[in-house]
């Protein structure tokens, strides 16, 4: 069987979820199948990887056209192809038109859904509309759709009411075992900024809407004064949202110590170390399909304190792996929390709870490591995957 993947990321140009996950999928798929990646931006040297630059013809357009024109040369390529497989938004334009132009069946994952990122108009403008309408596009017309998580398939269900239940299935995402484990070194971490011998709280993640970092900013201002906050964000969505994070980290520096701001793309050595010198990994999400930084943390066998949003829940076992923080949200696709200050109240103090006893929070490390490898490891992920192309092909 072939199988083309379709996507905006793939190494070295990887900054969020979805192109770890493509990375990975690739990776343990080439054993079973001709796997063929089909990428955004400069041509690739490795083999079965062909890289996509935008049109000549589009540069200064906006940022969806030129998407998609990215996606039409990339549906050209996919001739011959027994499956094409589309991630995210930027891809799944160019996984409907090869589907229709080839005569295959076309598989999508969703990894996020743009009526959910309504923030998104502030980046792209009027694209935000061409956005929605691929996607939108894509859902209705897609063999078989995979959601990442259960609470996934039903936001899909929600904004898409249109297509066919059945033909959406959850498949998590997953997490290699050997790339993701506990790595304890306490002069890298050092290195870093942080010091080993205080309890810590550790983020991961870009700066956007959804992560809820702001959120995460004020409830710091509230954890105990030996307690550090360790940020790994950087590739912020607007100005505004980068903005708004630098003045309330500047203003949380000018009040307590230990507030770490390492703002360059870590090395995964490096990501092991920090995780596994931190008392606790937070994600404060407002908008979360599934995490995969959260399978990372706890791979690396870091408790995790999570947002019960999307699909955390089904990552983050509730006093086994760390511990849920409640949230009561808007319905209009921001995520936004009906009470701020509460919610801001209740992460605060989860977060003190749980760096305030790190034996307890190295048994959460410890169990979330056993899940990963029960419930994520990548080879269980790759089955499952395939059974759903061997689905839409028969």
């Not at 054993?31 to 400069?42: C, E, G, M, N, Q």
């Not at 080839?102 to 998104?120: C, I, N, Q, Y």
């Not at 700066?207 to 409830?219: D, N, S």
């Amino acid at each position: 069987m072939r199988i083309d993947l379709l996507t905006r990321e793939y190494p070295p140009n990887v900054y969020g979820g979805g192109g770890v996950h493509v990375e990975n999928l690739a990776h343990v798929l080439r054993r079973r199948a001709d796997v063929r990646v089909r990428a955004f931006d400069t041509p690739r040297a490795e083999p079965g990887v062909t890289g996509y630059p935008e049109p000549e013809t589009l540069r200064g357009a906006n940022a969806a056209l030129r998407t998609f024109g990215v996606d039409l040369a990339i549906a050209a390529d996919c001739g011959g192809a027994d499956v094409v497989h589309s991630h995210t938004w930027y891809a799944n334009l160019a996984g409907h038109l090869a589907g229709l132009l080839h005569g295959v069946p076309h598989v999508l994952t969703a990894h996020s859904l743009e009526p959910l990122r309504p923030w998104k108009a502030e980046q792209l403008g009027g694209g935000y509309a061409l956005s929605s309408w691929a996607e939108r596009t894509a859902y209705h017309g897609a063999a078989a759709v995979i959601a990442v998580s259960a609470g996934m398939r039903e936001d899909i269900l929600r904004c898409y009411p249109d297509v066919d239940p059945d033909r959406v299935t959850v498949v998590h995402n997953g997490i290699d075992l050997t790339d993701w484990v506990r790595d304890e070194d306490p002069e890298a971490v050092r290195a870093l900024g942080v010091d080993p011998g205080r309890p810590s709280v550790v983020f991961v993640g870009r700066i956007t809407r959804q992560k809820g970092l702001p959120y995460l900013l004020r409830a710091a201002e509230r954890l105990p004064d030996d307690v550090q906050l360790v940020l790994c964000a950087g590739a912020p969505d607007t100005p505004e949202i980068a903005a708004e994070v630098a003045a309330l980290v500047e203003r949380l520096q000018e009040r307590r110590t230990g507030v770490v701001w390492i703002r360059r793309m870590l090395t995964r050595q490096e990501l092991c170390q920090l995780l596994s010198a931190a008392t606790t990994f937070v994600c404060p999400s407002v908008y979360e399909p599934l995490g995969i930084v959260n399978l990372e943390a706890m791979a690396c066998e870091a408790a995790v304190v999570g947002t019960a949003t999307g699909g955390i829940p089904e990552v983050v076992v509730d006093g086994v792996t760390g511990r849920l923080v409640p949230i009561d949200q808007v319905q209009d696709g921001t995520g936004t929390p009906r009470d701020p200050e509460a919610f801001v109240a209740d992460l605060a103090a989860v977060l003190t709870e749980v760096t305030a006893d790190p034996a307890r929070a190295r048994e959460l490390g410890r169990a979330g490591r056993r899940r990963v490898e029960e419930h994520f490891a990548w080879d269980q992920i790759a089955d499952r995957t395939l059974a759903v192309y061997e689905r839409v092909r028969s």
